[in-house]
């Protein structure tokens, strides 16, 4: 059974800073790429970051400079670290696992909040 579980969601200040965690189960982890991706409401869900098994990064453009995602494969473990958070940030942040021409797995999402 394939589990892709996210943590570390809250409440932070603008200009803070917060770390996710997706643990996943289930999967070669290695091989697939990781992706954080994000919906606030009444929008749809929008990509944040991914990573490829070989490390390569892509970010969207509203966070480059601010996120960085990383991955321990010998955790199985997806990582997101977001600085200087602003408003916009706020969102549902999900993690995903895709390859492809196969099942992409979603998390259940983690909820983040900026707000003074």
């Known amino acids: 059974q394939v589990q892709l579980v996210e943590s570390g969601g809250g409440l932070v200040q603008p200009g803070g800073s917060l770390r996710l965690s997706c643990v996943t189960s289930?999967?070669?982890?290695?091989?697939?790429?990781m992706g954080w991706y994000r919906q606030a409401p009444g929008k749809q869900r929008e990509l944040v970051a991914t990573?490829?098994?070989?490390?390569?990064?892509n970010y969207a453009d509203s966070v480059k400079g601010r996120f960085s995602i990383s991955r321990d494969n010998a955790k199985n473990t997806l990582y997101l670290q977001m600085n200087s958070l602003q408003s916009e940030d706020t969102a549902v942040y999900y993690c995903?696992?895709?390859?492809?021409?196969?099942?992409?797995?979603w998390g259940q999402g983690t909820q983040v909040t900026v707000s003074s």
């Open positions: 990573i490829t098994g070989g490390t390569r990064t």
């Open positions: 289930g999967i070669w982890f290695n091989i697939y790429t």
């Open positions: 995903n696992a895709a390859l492809p021409g196969q099942t992409s797995y």
